[in-house]
């Protein structure tokens, strides 16, 4: 059998979502350091459940990380590593930065400036990151679809991490898309035919 590959996709080449993994780094498990994120396992799981569709899809994907000199995501450290199980592959892009938008990665926006603008993003932190990526986005006439399970957030003050997230992928409803992880396999899946079956 051989499979069949969609030809809608090279005319509309924006039915092919590009999945954005943001600061998927050791620096949110280290528990007690200050960046930990006390909810981040269910986080991890969908976005290794967004990781796997993507792939098994050929979708293409983007990792991005955070690097700095300083205490925090240090590439001197094991805290600026990928966290295990999102070492990116051979042919997916990694995109380094030092503040929060991955804007402020300049190969990033050239990326991005050069496609369609549209992407899929899960990461962390949702508060910071994510926020600040969806936003400087919309500003750019780019479209983000956020997978609000795949990300999470810290507390802020007396807001704990909860609460905070549950806000932010409301914020990010007015930038962008704010979906469930399961909501985009469902939407993206397409079944592959063979050779000679009938659509």
Request: hydrophobic share 40%.
């Amino acid at each position: 059998m051989t499979s069949v590959i969609d030809l809608r996709h090279y005319a509309d080449p924006t039915r092919i979502p590009t999945l954005v993994l943001l600061d998927l780094q050791q620096e949110y498990l280290a528990s007690p350091r200050v960046l930990a994120l006390p909810d981040a396992e269910a986080a991890i799981e969908s976005c290794r459940s967004a990781l796997h569709h993507a792939r098994a899809m050929g979708f293409p994907i983007v990792f991005a990380r955070w690097r700095a000199r300083s205490p925090l995501f240090n590439p001197a450290t094991r805290f600026a590593k990928w966290i295990e199980g999102f070492e990116p592959h051979g042919t997916e892009l990694v995109f380094e930065r030092d503040r929060p938008s991955l804007y402020a990665s300049g190969a990033f926006t050239e990326v991005m400036n050069h496609g369609d603008g549209s992407f899929v993003l899960a990461g962390f932190a949702g508060e910071s990151a994510c926020l600040s990526t969806v936003i400087d986005a919309f500003h750019r006439g780019h479209r983000v679809t956020f997978l609000n399970d795949a990300s999470a957030s810290h507390g802020l003050e007396d807001i704990g991490p909860a609460e905070v997230h549950r806000t932010v992928s409301r914020l990010v409803g007015l930038y962008g898309e704010s979906i469930s992880t399961r909501m985009w396999i469902e939407r993206t899946a397409r079944p592959r035919r063979v050779v000679g079956e009938r659509p």
